[in-house]
């Protein structure tokens, strides 16, 4: 028999760091995504949403407006949330542990776009 | 085990944060601007703010090596996103003006000599800030501010050549001297800047996310109690002699309405070279105080997003730290650019830094009680006792600084 935790999704997952597969620091969870299948089987977690544009998601309309204006400095003209999907969720300690290695991947937009910027710069 | 080199530079970082923190371009405005208004009757502000400072810095820092997390990082974690924009907002808006301060601070001071316009000397300093921050790494920058920071110990000397009557002035460190308090929302609102000015929220959050960058653990909890003593009591005591100073010199009828008349005690001590010296050392507080603000702010946002943050990192690694960094020179810059009087920036700014205090004390004052966080690192009770009686009187000062400010327009 497998040995379970009990995870509560508000404490022990939203609002927590989110760390790559290679230790790097990625985000924090912003807000969670559910599927509500229409077969009438349970809701289950399908991803984790991070970014400045999840979050002032959460928070309504003018943060949101907020937030384009951040990812339009850094040269983004059409961002949306990034969904991490839940299957790569590793583990859950303090923080949330990827199995991805985010250069690879789009979880970090705002940053990576930030970096295309910063990169040009001489000394970076 | 750690070497000496190590803690040597553990304690410089807590040094600098006690006189950057304690004695910034804000510390020298409103400590001279009391003393030349109140004369002595504001010392007393003195004791509550070093005691303030030490508890809150030490709490901060404890956290930091307990948890080996930072201050908005605990503070997202133990409230949740929502009620954490609250501290983040509040801290953010003061780190942003207080940046304006510091470059105001450093443009003010070179103008004692060189009559540049004000709006071009910030720019500048604003891009020498971006460069520093860009190439140095923490040590030295740490470092190289401590140390210039300690010419303001000419006010110390000034002090002394200037000979108070020190019997009055420990008198008035423990006793409010009723006589002079007039008028009374002036003075209420100048004892609340001046607590903005001695524990302003941007050293907080440069000495524990500082304390991180230098990877502090467990064994250095005990250089943590000492710099946050040594430091303050370094900062207390060049503030004393600010004020005292000012109230020998400047005290009636003498308001400081520029960075010269705040220089003219040390003037009055040492003529042409006093002047020189004060402001150098205004400069370098200033542009140590300047370096740390940006930082702070930077290092806030970033461990609330859970970004990548650091000096430890090349700017590559750590691309939204530095966009940050770059963000709040350039609001700091618009702010100076307006034309707004410094002096009287400063003064509301330290304000509303007294202001925005309770917002990041009263949720670290929750985590440090937290074992889930800080494990056997809980407050102790008589900490406990001391950290509500700081906290209720930061209430307060949060709860009339708006009134205040709006009664004495300004402090004006």
């Known amino acids: 028999m497998i040995a379970r935790r009990r995870v509560e999704l508000g404490k022990h997952v939203l609002d927590k760091e989110i760390v790559d597969a290679d230790g790097l620091r990625c985000g924090k969870v912003d807000d969670l995504v559910l599927d509500v299948p229409d077969d009438g089987s349970g809701p289950t977690v399908r991803a984790i949403l991070t970014g400045p544009l999840a979050f002032a998601g959460t928070l309504g309309a003018p943060a949101v ?27 859950i300690d303090v923080v949330v542990h990827l199995d991805l290695h985010t250069a690879d991947t789009e979880v970090q937009t705002i940053a990576d776009h930030a970096r295309r910027l910063v990169a040009r710069v001489p000394g970076a | 085990m750690r070497t000496g080199p190590r803690r040597a530079s553990g304690l410089a970082l807590g040094v600098l944060a006690g006189i950057g923190g304690f004695v910034d371009f804000g510390g020298v405005i409103t400590s001279t601007q009391s003393g030349a208004r109140f004369h002595t009757a504001l010392l007393w502000t003195l004791l509550p703010g070093i005691i303030g400072f030490a508890v809150f810095a030490e709490m901060s820092g404890r956290i930091t090596i307990s948890t080996g997390r930072t201050t908005f990082d605990v503070i997202r974690d133990r409230l949740g996103g929502h009620l954490a924009l609250v501290p983040l907002v509040a801290t953010g808006l003061v ?29 500048l300093f604003a891009i020498a800030v971006l460069v520093v921050l860009w190439r140095a790494g923490f040590d030295l920058l740490d470092n190289t501010a401590a140390i210039l920071g300690l010419t303001m110990l000419v006010t110390v000397a000034a002090m002394i050549e200037l000979a108070p009557r020190y ?8 006793h409010p001297d009723a006589r002079t308090t007039h008028p009374a929302a002036l003075y209420a609102f100048t004892v609340v ?32 109690r000492m710099s946050a003593l040594v430091g303050t009591s370094c900062g207390g005591l060049i503030t004393l002699a600010l004020m005292v100073t000012a109230a020998v010199t400047l005290f009636p009828g003498h308001d400081v309405k520029t960075l010269l008349d705040a220089a003219r005690p040390t003037r009055d001590a040492f003529g042409t070279a006093g002047v020189a010296i004060f402001a150098f050392g205004t400069f370098a507080v200033s542009a140590g105080a300047a370096l740390e603000t940006a930082l702070a702010g930077s290092y806030g946002v970033c461990q609330f997003f859970g970004w990548d943050w650091g000096k430890r990192q090349r700017p590559r690694e750590v691309p939204m730290f530095h966009l940050a960094i770059l963000l709040e020179c350039v609001v700091a810059v618009a702010v100076v650019a307006t034309g707004v009087d410094p002096i009287r920036l400063t003064v509301v700014t330290m304000a509303l830094a007294a202001f925005a205090l309770p917002f990041t004390f009263g949720p670290l004052l929750i985590v440090a009680n937290d074992p889930e966080y800080v494990g056997d690192q809980t407050n102790t009770r008589a900490g406990n006792a ?27």
């Not at chain 2, 601070?105 to 709006?119: D, E, S, T």
């Not at chain 2, 019997?167 to 423990?174: I, K, N, R, T």
């Not at chain 2, 800047?193 to 304390?211: D, I, N, V």
Request: glycine share 6%.
């Open chain 1, 65 to 91: 407006r907020v937030a384009r204006v951040l990812y339009r400095l850094v040269g983004l003209r059409a961002p949306k949330p990034v969904e991490i999907a839940w299957d790569h969720v590793a583990a």
């Open chain 2, 95 to 123: 780190n942003i003006l207080t940046l304006a301060v510091e470059i105001a601070g450093m443009a003010l001071a070179v103008r004692i000599g060189l009559k540049l316009p004000v709006p071009l000397l910030a720019a």
């Open chain 2, 167 to 174: 019997s009055h002035v420990a008198v008035a460190l423990a």
């Open chain 2, 193 to 224: 800047s001046l607590l903005g000015a001695y524990m302003t929220p941007y050293q907080f959050e440069f000495y524990s996310s500082g304390a991180m960058e230098q990877a502090w653990t467990g064994d250095d909890l005990v250089t943590n």
């Open chain 2, 386 to 412: 001391v950290a509500l009686v700081v906290f209720a009187m930061l209430a307060v000062v949060t709860i009339v600084t708006i009134p205040l400010l709006v009664i004495t327009r300004g402090g004006s």
